[in-house]
């Protein structure tokens, strides 16, 4: 309960628009590309241009940044793992 409220509390004082690559959801990742805002219990993300809204509380954790970046850095990694 009270990792939620963290992240909670961090949507509260996100502002609208920042950039954001990926949002842990019940421990599933999902794509988004911008915070919009956290109202009455929902956060809702840009996601490839249309508006998706989750269950604030249920959200786990917040990627930072645009998905593209990480996702070339988990590229990167693995070829050096190769």
Do not use: S
Request: glycine share 10%; net charge negative; no cysteine.
């Amino acid at each position: 309960m009270a990792k939620a409220k963290k992240i909670k509390d961090l949507m509260k004082k996100l502002p609208p628009g920042y950039a954001v690559g990926r949002i842990l959801v019940n421990g599933a990742t999902a794509d988004v590309t911008q915070f919009i805002n956290d109202k009455e219990g929902l956060a809702y993300f840009d996601v490839n241009g249309q508006i998706g809204a989750y269950e604030a509380k249920n959200i786990n954790g917040i990627l930072f940044g645009a998905a593209e970046a990480a996702e070339e850095e988990e590229e990167a990694i693995a070829e050096e793992e190769e």
